[in-house]
């Protein structure tokens, strides 16, 4: 066992973690199925990376093969930690890009996505990396890869590069789980920050048979009499 997880261990609280496994939806035929939960808060698991932001490669992928949510965590924030520092080099961040894009069968809860998508593929795009990526995990069967694609748009939203945000969405507007409602409404809402006008251009075609998940999070930062007018639809 690692010293990383080691510290994560140590820090184990069983009856969070009940409580986790319950919130995460860990029960047969839920998304979560089979999930094993320490019991740890993100702060936790964080102060714990930030201890440990060299690990080699093979040790972080040691960590993603881990049964634990949290030992997964653990190395999804130490790769997202190093792709969003400035001083990482090269030759690391596509490493760890490597190791991403070939284990997203461990990037396997919406916690998971969300805390490295962004920095860990989503710099990488913003940074050159083509785009097609994002395509090719949309178009996937597998949910979290379906969620990876489009909040990894962030950095380039926060950019003022929409284009992939709102292909995706569109691509996406069929997905029949919620947590890809949520995820794509969220995308679209940050999207509406950079350019609002382009936000209503994309619902004006779109809100009427886009779920309506997606809408209400889309719409969350418009007037109440957009939001009316739109949900109306």
Known sequence: ???????????????????????????????????????????????????????????????????????????????????????????RRRALLDLYLRRTDRVNSWDLVDASAPDVLGRAVQAGLPSEVLYRLAASDVLWERRIAIVATFPLIRAGSLDDTFALAALLEGDRHDLMHKAVGWMLREAGKQDEARLLEYLDEHSATMPRTSLRYSLERLTPELRALYMAR
Do not use: N, W
């Open 1 to 91: 066992m690692s010293e990383a997880m080691d510290r994560l261990v140590a820090l184990a609280d069983p009856e969070r973690a009940a409580g986790m496994a319950r919130f995460f939806q860990t029960g047969p035929g839920q998304y979560g199925e089979g999930d094993v939960f320490l019991g740890l808060t993100v702060p936790q698991v964080t102060a714990v990376a930030k201890q440990h932001l060299g690990l080699p490669v093979a040790e972080l992928e040691e960590l993603l093969d881990d049964e634990r949510h949290e030992v997964r965590l653990l190395a999804l924030k130490i790769m997202a930690m190093q792709c969003a520092a400035a001083r990482t080099s090269p030759e």
